[in-house]
């Protein structure tokens, strides 16, 4: 078999993308020039929260943005999930040394949370994982929070929804969502919002950045696997399907965006759409 080519040098290519071949150096330039075009489109400049998960995404999103040297405070939230959550957080630990950074971490438990008593661990987990993120970042004085949702995990979130009859949880589907300052309310930005699973997977492979290939037990069984596997077929067939439905969703985002009430939690002083927010909500329960 032959060997492919890089398009752009003479060395052996390890990935093709859009119709060009990358060796590892383009390949990573490919990477950082996805990272970089919404860094710059959203003129992102200031303290970044970065949310570690321990996993391979969020590990390829802050060593990106490590990268292109932007001003980074890294931080894990211990969901407190038995046989995952420390593993993962040693991952997040491993990863902040190898780039100089101290990680900061966050305990779940401390907040009297414990996933497990919860009927919807994962409804729960996604409220307090969003509360902490948020809170964190405005008390460490950060503009922004990063997170690592690559565009598999959007479409695939969107695409679950939607199949699922819940078009107004397509909520979010952009790679940057503006604060409130009134409201506590820190800036996210998605830096890999163009990149797909498997080029993730592999910039951080190349890297050879620390990552732990545990899934959450929570995770296994969930309709989003075989979302995704579907989507991955499509986008095998059909290049680019998975971003233009991306750009889809960002256009139908904005095209939704009205003015959403937002008050002050009156137990805790965050943002809330209601009178008491979400998380302490589930605090009480
Ligand atoms: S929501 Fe559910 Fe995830 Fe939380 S409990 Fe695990 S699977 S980690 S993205
Ligand atoms: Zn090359
Ligand atoms: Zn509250």
């Not at 303290?47 to 321990?54: F, H, N, Q, R, T």
């Not at 995770?219 to 680019?240: F, R, V, Y």
């Not at 965006?257 to 008491?276: A, F, H, M, Q």
Request: aromatic share 12%; with cysteine; proline share 2%.
């Amino acid at each position: 078999m032959n060997e492919m080519k890089c398009s752009y040098c003479n060395n052996e290519a390890i990935e093709e993308a859009y119709g060009k071949a990358y060796c590892k150096k383009h390949f990573n330039n490919y990477f950082l020039g996805r990272v970089r075009s919404i860094i710059d489109k959203f003129k992102i400049n200031g303290k970044i929260a970065v949310a570690l998960s321990g996993g391979k995404d969020s590990s390829a999103c802050f060593y990106a943005l490590h990268n292109l040297k932007l001003e980074l405070v890294p931080f894990y939230i211990n969901l407190g999930i038995k046989n995952y959550s420390d593993i993962c957080q040693e991952k997040a630990e491993e990863l902040c040394q190898q780039l100089g950074y101290e990680l900061n971490v966050i305990y779940l438990a401390d907040y009297g949370i414990e996933l497990e008593k919860y009927k919807k661990p994962c409804s729960t987990c996604g409220t307090a994982k969003r509360y902490l993120m948020n809170k964190f970042a405005y008390e460490n004085g950060c503009k922004y929070i990063a997170t690592g949702h690559n565009l598999s995990d959007i479409v695939t979130f969107a695409m679950s929804n939607f199949i699922s009859g819940n078009i107004l949880n397509f909520r979010g589907n952009k790679p940057y969502l503006q604060g409130k300052e009134e409201y506590k309310l820190v800036a996210k930005i998605k830096p890999l919002f163009w990149l797909k699973d498997k080029e993730c997977m592999l910039y951080t492979w190349i890297n050879e950045l620390a990552y732990a290939e545990e899934e959450c037990p929570y995770s296994i069984n969930a309709p989003t696997i075989k979302i995704k596997e579907w989507l991955n077929m499509l986008e095998a067939e059909q290049e680019g399907a998975l971003m233009n439905m991306a750009k889809s969703l960002w256009k139908l985002e904005e095209k939704m965006e009205k003015d959403v009430k937002l008050n002050l939690c009156s137990n805790c002083g965050y943002v809330s759409y209601g009178k008491i927010c979400k998380f302490c909500k589930i605090r009480k329960k």
